[in-house]
């Protein structure tokens, strides 16, 4: 079955740049999406189909996806930007998640 | 705004029948595919499956076997069932609305709050 591995866990000073990453084989032949978390709340939509945002998801949110790697790229990271990090692929008529990177923001 | 609700029974005996409903207002529920997903606590997201208001399935290749899940768009609700239950199927569950991206890629961009289902005797 296909996999997706995201680091556990990173951290990054407020307003410098996160950089999440999601390795899965040939992921750019696939799209990507990615979801924050954060603690005792349901997962929210932050970039679809590689680098879309839905409406309401801040400008300094933004995603990339080229041979086996797809990343979620926070600029000016705030504080409020502390959370887990979700990536999701298609494969095979399933959906699949990666294991989730816990955003630490100090 | 499209907002979904979860509900039932928050505790199933081992290898009884699991079964969820999600209601569904602000929106039709014929208009999108809809999701069951799930997080066993302190974990990670784990995709149940998805279903089309026609009827259309598609199911987690791991818990197809024991799942079912179903829309009354009468009531506009979906439901999910997982029968066989042990203690591995505890975890929050959560409906989503489901769009569909490039290469029939889904994607989830409404979720209920999720409910959590333990399971034990």
């Known amino acids: 079955s296909y996999e997706l591995t995201q680091p556990p866990s990173m951290s990054v000073s407020p307003g410098q740049t996160a950089s999440i990453t999601c390795s899965g084989d040939?992921?750019?032949?696939?799209?990507a999406c990615w979801y924050q978390q954060k603690p005792g709340q349901s997962p929210v939509l932050v970039i679809y189909?590689?680098?879309k945002r839905p409406s309401g998801i801040p400008e300094r949110f933004s995603g990339s996806n080229s041979g086996n790697t797809a990343t979620l790229t926070i600029s000016g990271t705030q504080a409020m930007d502390e959370a887990d990090y979700f990536c999701?692929?298609?494969?095979?008529?399933?959906?699949?998640f990666g294991g989730g990177t816990k955003l630490t923001v100090l | 705004q499209v907002q979904l609700q979860e509900s039932g029974p928050g505790l199933v005996k081992p290898s009884e029948t699991l079964s969820l409903t999600c209601t569904v207002s602000?929106?039709?529920?014929?208009?999108?595919?809809w999701s069951w997903i799930r997080q066993p606590p302190g974990t990670g997201l784990e995709w149940i499956g998805q279903?089309?208001?026609?009827?259309?399935?598609n199911y987690n290749p791991s818990l197809k076997s024991r799942v079912t899940i179903s829309v009354d768009t009468s009531k506009n609700q979906l439901s999910l069932k997982l029968s066989s239950v042990t203690a591995a199927d505890t975890a929050v569950y959560y409906c989503?609305?489901?769009?569909?991206?490039?290469?029939?890629?889904?994607?989830?961009?409404?979720w209920g709050q999720g409910t959590l289902v333990t399971v034990s005797s």
């Open positions: 989503a609305r489901t769009g569909i991206a490039a290469a029939g890629t889904p994607y989830f961009d409404h």
């Open positions: 602000g929106g039709s529920i014929t208009s999108y595919y």
């Open positions: 279903i089309y208001h026609i009827g259309s399935t």
């Open positions: 040939k992921l750019g032949d696939k799209y």
């Open positions: 189909q590689d680098r």
């Open positions: 999701q692929a298609w494969d095979s008529s399933t959906v699949v």
